[in-house]
């Protein structure tokens, strides 16, 4: 907690934001830092927490662990202007959720399978930027990452659905985690995340 805020989700304890993890941070625990991300902010697209509520206090497990009680406010982790633009900010955290899993089939976030099923979460610190950018958005690697049988664009898909059939958290809650488990519940929880071998 002693890094800047955005800071934070690339280099330091929240780059589960991007579906990444820091210094021997096993992938389970990983997994379960995304699952805790996934519920706040499907939970702020609903409108079922309070935007001007302690973050502290938010009644997602696990989240008090990132924030001192008092330094921030739902609705800035999603949207700053969020007391003007309150149907923006649930837009954005939606947004959010679809960021992630993007992230998460690029080459330097983390290492898939064939078919799209998650080995392992990679570091940011110890990799060259310039390589991870470029598996970011090179053609190739994003033709390859959306043609699993697992991959972005499904999820993306089932995602948004999911959320304009949701009348209610407690009706979305069951059907986001099994969506969860599926495209992100790595094989093996015990791998511990490394920098991977393209990406330094």
Not at 6 to 20: K, L, P, S, Y
Not at 121 to 127: K, M, T
Not at 146 to 164: E, Y
Request: aromatic share 12%; charged share 25%; net charge neutral.
């Amino acid at each position: 907690m002693t890094q800047p805020f955005v800071a934070r989700g690339h280099f330091g304890d929240m780059q589960f934001w991007h579906a990444m993890a820091p210094s021997r941070q096993t992938a389970g625990e990983t997994y379960d830092l995304i699952q805790m991300w996934m519920e706040f902010a499907f939970r702020v697209s609903l409108g079922d927490l309070d935007l001007n509520a302690d973050v502290y206090d938010a009644p997602v497990s696990g989240l008090k662990n990132f924030f001192l009680k008092g330094s921030r406010r739902v609705g800035d982790l999603v949207d700053y202007r969020y007391n003007d633009h309150k149907e923006m900010a649930k837009g954005v955290a939606l947004g959010q959720l679809l960021h992630l899993s993007q992230d998460s089939f690029a080459k330097c976030h983390s290492d898939r399978d064939s078919e799209g099923k998650l080995i392992r979460f990679y570091d940011y610190s110890g990799q060259s930027s310039g390589v991870h950018k470029r598996f970011d958005s090179e053609a190739r690697e994003v033709e390859i990452a959306t043609t699993k049988q697992l991959n972005p664009v499904d999820f993306g898909q089932r995602l948004l659905r999911l959320r304009a059939e949701s009348v209610s958290w407690d009706d979305a809650k069951p059907k986001l985690y099994v969506l969860v488990k599926e495209y992100f519940q790595p094989k093996n929880p015990y791998l511990l995340s490394r920098f991977g071998t393209d990406c330094i």
